[in-house]
Each structure stands twice: as C-alpha cells, then as structure tokens.
Nanobody
C-alpha cells in the first residue's frame, strides 16, 4: 500500500521558481527504494513525462522541455521526492503528479504503479 501526496503548487509569474514535494506513505514500514517520476497534465492535453530519478538518486532524467530549468531530487530519510522548477513559463501550467516507478521506460506512464492526486501549478505571463 502506497500513498503519494504532492504539495507546493501555486500561482506564480513567468520567470519565477517553485518547488514541488511528493511524500510517500508506505505500508509495511521499512526502507523502500524506488525510482520516482514527475508527470504533468495541462488542460485538454495528455499526461506527459517531466522528470524521473533512479532508486538511489544517482541518475536523473528530464523531458527536453524542462531540461536545464527543472531539477528532480530525493530525500529517502523523509520518503520525499522534489521537483525544483526555475524560469517557469506559461506552458508549464498544468497539474503535476508524482508516481512510483515499477518497471519499464521512465518516460512511460505505464511504468508507474502508484500515483498521487496532483498539485496545480499555474504560471501567468
């Protein structure tokens, strides 16, 4: 049983920064290490890959649209994954979801078995 809760979304202006947090609650208790990902879904569009981080934090993967602006990180002591978003653009406006990776390509939605409810990010131009 896994629950993922995102937080940190909000309304910002273009060029601003925002940091999203995803905290996991897992049962049974214990140290669990999974690759994690962030996705987003804009109104009228399909959910798309944003970033992923390997189970030990050693590798990060980014969509081309956010490369150089977003940074994914994790703190396993807090069971949390973060998405630091800098130089935000209006096209970054979307609901952002974190997800726990099960198997398969990090960019694929089908590779993830648990999802959070999402947090809204709105960037005004």
């Amino acid at each position: 049983q896994v629950q993922l809760v995102e937080s940190g979304g909000g309304l910002v202006q273009a060029g601003d920064s925002l940091k999203l947090t995803c905290t996991a609650s897992r049962r049974p208790f214990g140290r669990h290490f999974y690759a994690m990902g962030w996705f987003r879904q804009a109104p009228g569009k399909e959910r798309e890959f944003v970033a992923a981080i390997s189970y030990n934090g050693g590798r990060q993967y980014y969509a081309d649209s956010v490369k150089g602006r977003f940074t994914i990180s994790r703190d396993d002591a807090k069971d949390s994954v973060y998405l630091q978003m800098n130089s935000l653009k209006s096209e970054d406006t979307a609901i952002y979801y974190c997800a726990q990776h099960e198997s398969g390509a990090f960019e694929s939605l089908m590779a993830y078995n648990y999802w959070g409810q999402g947090t809204q990010v709105t960037v005004s131009s």
